[in-house]
């Protein structure tokens, strides 16, 4: 065989796109929560299971890279807020608005639904759930700090703990979300609860 040829592979051609998999999944278990199967992932992705195991080896690889995908999308949309140039006071409204009308969170959070799943998870996802956790109080805590040290937040508590109880609830809010309830109703609950963070 000459030594530009390339060998062909055998089988049928690969036609499965990743990336719509991991979209199709990540929809699946932000909707409906972690338990939804493989089968039916495959299903609505228009691939065959082994496609699916080829390309991210188990169950708990798919549900790994689609939590790892809806935390970044998540992640960065609270960083960029908590990071802009609005007051605190200002931030913790913004903040508050976009877990209680956002139209994605129709359906709650996907890390919240899988930390609440986790005896359910591979140890890869449950592992990602916990980093995921460690990284957002550690963004809010940076916020409580950064705001202190601008004296626009003089709480008595530390940093850390009022970043705990913030993420808290905003999970909390998402779990109502998930639950029905009404956007407006969520809002008012996390107005409340988050009036002892305030000025």
């Not at 065959?48 to 992640?75: C, I, M, N």
Request: overall charge positive.
């Amino acid at each position: 065989m000459p030594a530009t040829q390339t060998k062909l592979p055998r089988g049928r051609p690969r036609t499965m796109r990743p990336e719509a998999v991991l979209q199709v999944a990540t929809e699946a278990y932000w909707h409906e929560g972690p338990g939804v199967s493989l089968n039916a992932i495959c299903q609505r992705a228009g691939v065959a299971k082994p496609s699916l195991y080829r390309e991210f080896g188990s169950e708990d690889g798919l549900t790994l890279a689609a939590l790892d995908h809806y935390a970044g999308l998540v992640q960065s949309q609270v960083k960029g807020l908590l990071s802009s140039k609005l007051s605190f006071a200002a931030k913790l409204e913004a903040l508050i608005a976009f877990m209680s009308e956002d139209p994605r969170y129709e359906h709650g959070c996907l890390f919240v639904k899988m930390r609440g799943a986790q005896l359910d998870l591979g140890p890869k996802t449950r592992a990602k759930v916990a980093e995921i956790e460690a990284a957002t109080v550690e963004i809010f805590t940076r916020f409580f700090r950064s705001s202190r040290r601008k004296e626009e937040w003089m709480g008595r508590i530390k940093p850390h703990f009022a970043a705990q109880y913030l993420h808290a609830q905003i999970g909390l809010a998402a779990s109502q979300r998930a639950l029905g309830v009404k956007p407006a109703t969520v809002k008012l609950c996390l107005q409340y609860a988050l009036s002892v963070l305030r000025p």
